[in-house]
């Protein structure tokens, strides 16, 4: 059975620095693509970052790209999401999901076939 798990949520003042972990169970590491999803209040659930652990590769959107970096440990089988110069409009629940392939369009997240819990962030102004 495959399971993401998300901590290191909370709540942290505008500017300020939060990392994130997904650690993952049941999956072969090396392999597909680990992503980073996020949904604030009444949103849509955004895809922000995504590794491709096997490869090193990243990929991140406009609206997060220079603030956070994702990145893995494949020993231990977690990837993190170091996020940075927190914004008020970064609260949202955060949530990895998981999937054995290699995508060319990773923000889709109808492509993924295992979602972690979530953890909350919000960043106070």
């Known amino acids: 059975e495959v399971q993401l798990v998300e901590s290191g949520g909370g709540l942290v003042q505008a500017g300020g620095s939060l990392r994130l972990s997904c650690a993952v169970s049941?999956?072969?590491?090396?392999?597909?693509?680990i992503t980073w999803f996020r949904q604030a209040p009444g949103k849509e659930r955004e895809g922000i970052s995504c590794?491709?652990?096997?490869?090193?590769?990243?990929f991140y959107t406009d609206s997060v790209k220079g603030r956070f970096t994702i990145s893995s440990d494949n020993a231990k089988k977690t990837v993190y999401l170091q996020m940075n110069s927190l914004k008020p409009e970064d609260t949202a629940v955060y949530y990895c999901?998981?999937?054995?392939?290699?995508?060319?369009?990773?923000?889709?997240?109808?492509?993924?076939?295992?979602w972690g819990q979530g953890t909350q962030v919000t960043v106070s102004s």
């Open positions: 590794i491709e652990p096997g490869h090193g590769s990243t």
């Open positions: 049941g999956f072969t590491f090396d392999d597909g693509a």
């Open positions: 999901a998981a999937v054995r392939t290699l995508l060319r369009s990773w923000t889709w997240d109808k492509v993924y076939d295992y």
